[in-house]
């Protein structure tokens, strides 16, 4: 049985991870001043799909075990009301999709975008921490390597988003793209602090961080890749992810 501490430090380390992961995807900036969009729109759609099975297997089947249907489908709700009123009242910018939010001429279009990515790497932090703090560890590693996997394409798309949007240097836009995937860290700890400490939340936790990134998938990733006419193949891409998900889970436990 793991004691506190161990969780505490693990659910950190799986924060750790994945802020690094989307670290890593982001490197080719450094390198490269351009991507095909069609390359970033499948990496975009692989972390859909991998998000999406992650949701059901490392979050809501275990949530159902552990407290049952009904608090379950409370958190997905209250997941994806969150995420969703946080779209429209704090002010950000996609890619493709342009200006969300309550308008503003005080922030620049750089700013605006990363926000829009701290916005949606949130509730995958929260969910790492969440995962690690319901004690199931089997689960929680599947998790970390499945947002830490996903955030491969989505710091590199991220990255070269940026650039496409304002000229900046790699450097900036590279600096940028980690600054956005490093709220995953402290929301991890946030998570595994409040599921350790409230354990009969637990299974609403669980249900708010599912619904919370099925909801980002939905309402931003999958309208964002299929607006160019890449629809097919980052639907591929999709699959692709969602059945590497399933493998790893299986493997892991």
């Known amino acids: 049985m793991y004691q506190l501490p161990d969780v505490i430090f693990l659910g950190l380390l799986g924060g750790l991870m994945t802020t690094l992961l989307n670290a890593l995807g982001a490197i080719p900036l450094l390198f490269l001043r351009k991507i095909p969009q069609k390359l970033l729109d499948i990496g975009l759609g692989f972390a859909s799909g991998v998000m999406i099975a992650a949701s ?139 599921v350790m400490f409230s354990r009969p939340i637990l299974p609403y936790a669980m249900g708010f961080s599912a619904g919370a990134m099925l909801f980002v998938v939905s309402d931003e990733m999958i309208p964002e890749t299929h607006r160019l006419g890449h629809e097919r193949i980052v639907s591929y891409g999709l699959i692709a992810g969602l059945i590497i998900m399933l493998a790893l889970d299986v493997a892991l436990g």
């Open 56 to 194: 059901f297997t490392s979050l809501i089947i275990p949530s159902i075990e552990k407290g049952g249907l009904l608090p379950t489908i409370v958190g997905i709700i209250f997941g994806s009301l969150a995420i969703s009123l946080a779209d429209k009242i704090i002010p950000h910018v996609h890619s493709i999709i342009g200006f969300e939010g309550h308008p503003t001429g005080r922030l620049k279009t750089i700013w605006l975008f990363t926000l829009a990515v701290t916005l949606h790497n949130m509730p995958e932090g929260l969910a790492v921490g969440i995962g690690y703090g319901s004690g199931n560890i089997a689960d929680a590693i599947a998790l970390t390597f499945a947002i830490g996997f996903q955030n491969i394409p989505e710091g590199l798309a991220i990255g070269f988003s940026l650039l496409s949007l304002q000229n900046i240097s790699r450097k900036k836009a590279y600096f940028i793209s980690f600054l956005s995937g490093a709220v995953e860290l402290p929301l991890a700890l946030l998570g595994v602090l409040t």
